[in-house]
């Protein structure tokens, strides 16, 4: 294997807390960047993509482990790379050539050096004739460009792309995606490697020579290989789809959760859940899942995820959470990248309101900890009712602030639909939900009828 231009060795990311404990963002990492490839990094929402990105250009200072470049420490050494970011970053106040020159008058190039490097970049990416424009007079994909022009005319060794056509419409993005691919197999771009930040995993398998891919919370790789397929690629090629889906399946593979041991009393059982760390909630409504499980049955209960993001227009971020939910709650399964109902799933789908909620009450409370501990919390009280703050304090330990949050939020609403709890939003606090105090009103009732 050829030296890497740039290799972090245990490289981790994490938040201290008030306590001992630390949020971890991302998890010690070892991968290195080489000459002569793109590498495409996929992961879900939260998984550290970003912040994996920023450590490796040197934006960003590890929590542990370190990184290098042409193996000699990256805070030590003059770091030759490019960013090209999701928004277009331009400075509105200048033309097309000045947003270019910017970067190149901040390096200190004399003015003649600065221009005749900027026309050159520009007819590159084909905006020859728009020198003059500002910002404001180009479509998305000029800006892009623009973008794009700017990165390169430093002559980066690895160009960086933090979700670069995510922003543009569909047309726009796949224009783009296939100059980009042009310029670089004819070995036009002024770079030795390309480094794409994606969720798109069409995106991912039409441009890269290696994929990475991260499971989250915290980040950490799960899959690390080589794409062998060559250029141009055809989308329809069952070699290409077999790697579409080899990757939504590493994607929508729930992680799995410690198994169950025989013969534990039910203190033990609790004292292994308090242990244990809590699932990251995928962010989806009950009515979202249910309409997956419809979707499902329409096409005989098995469907290719692949094709069913493409056929509801869906982007992966969209639609992972869904079937992670539906997943995760038991309603479905996922293998090889085909979503299959489970037979709870089809009860589940084709009942009534009422026991709609009845089924997907057990399987929370079976299948989620943060539901069953808020149950048991509102059961054990007398007066009924938990602060939400016991459970914040708690979550807080493992996610950041903001995901906490969006986790309590989610199980608000998972709750609240099943009818496992009430939330008082003035108080915030978890209580009884009506269900079970009519529950226990009629069993008081009938032990009085008793009694008489």
Do not use: C
Request: glycine residues 6%; without cysteine; negative net charge.
């Amino acid at each position: 294997m050829p030296e890497p231009i740039i290799r972090a060795k245990r490289v981790e990311k994490y938040y201290a807390q008030p306590s001992e404990n630390r949020i971890q963002v991302i998890a010690p990492t070892d991968l290195s960047i080489v000459a002569g490839e793109i590498v495409a990094l996929l992961g879900p929402s939260g998984s550290g993509k970003s912040t994996l990105l920023r450590m490796l250009t040197g934006l960003s200072t590890p929590s542990a482990g370190e990184v290098f470049w042409h193996e000699k420490p990256i805070a030590t050494t003059d770091v030759n790379v490019s960013i090209v970011f999701q928004s277009f970053a331009l400075f509105p106040w200048l033309t097309v050539l000045e947003n270019v020159e910017a970067v190149l008058k901040a390096r200190g190039l004399e003015p003649h050096e600065r221009r005749r490097r900027s026309l050159k970049m520009l007819d590159t990416v084909g905006l020859d004739g728009f020198q003059a424009a500002y910002p404001k007079e180009l479509s998305g994909g000029m800006r892009q460009r623009v973008g794009f022009a700017r990165a390169l005319v430093v002559e980066p060794e690895v160009l960086f792309m933090d979700e670069p056509f995510s922003a543009l419409d569909v047309l726009t993005a796949e224009n783009l995606r296939s100059e980009l691919l042009e310029l670089w197999t004819n070995k036009t771009l002024p770079t030795k490697a390309i480094f794409l930040v994606t969720h798109n995993i069409e995106e991912a398998v039409l441009l890269a020579d290696r994929i990475i891919v991260l499971g989250r919370n915290p980040g950490k790789v799960r899959t690390d290989f080589k794409v062998t397929l060559t250029h141009p690629r055809d989308r329809k090629a069952p070699a290409f789809t077999q790697l579409v889906d080899y990757v939504y399946k590493v994607l929508t593979q729930p992680d799995a959760q410690p198994p169950e041991l025989p013969n534990q009393t039910p203190a033990e059982k609790r004292a292994r859940e308090r242990q244990a760390h809590y699932q990251m909630l995928p962010h989806a409504r009950p009515g979202g899942i249910a309409g997956l499980l419809e979707i499902l049955i329409d096409h005989n209960g098995k469907d290719d995820i692949y094709r069913l993001a493409d056929d509801l227009s869906f982007e992966i971020d969209d639609l992972l959470p869904i079937v992670d939910a539906a997943s995760l709650l038991g309603f479905l399964t996922v293998n090889e990248g085909d979503a299959e109902i489970t037979p709870l799933g089809l009860e589940y789908a084709n009942s009534e309101i009422l026991h709609q909620k009845e089924v997907f009450r057990a399987a929370a409370v079976d299948r989620v900890l943060l539901l069953r501990q808020i149950v048991r919390g509102v059961e054990s009280k007398k007066d009924g009712t938990v602060p939400e703050d016991f459970f914040h304090d708690m979550l807080d330990e493992q996610f950041s602030e903001d995901e906490t949050i969006r986790q309590l939020e989610t199980a608000i609403s998972w709750g609240r639909y099943a009818e496992l709890f009430d939330f008082d939003a003035s108080r915030r606090r978890f209580t009884k939900p009506e269900r079970l105090n009519e529950e226990l009103g009629e069993t008081e009732e009938v032990e009085a009828e008793s009694d008489e």
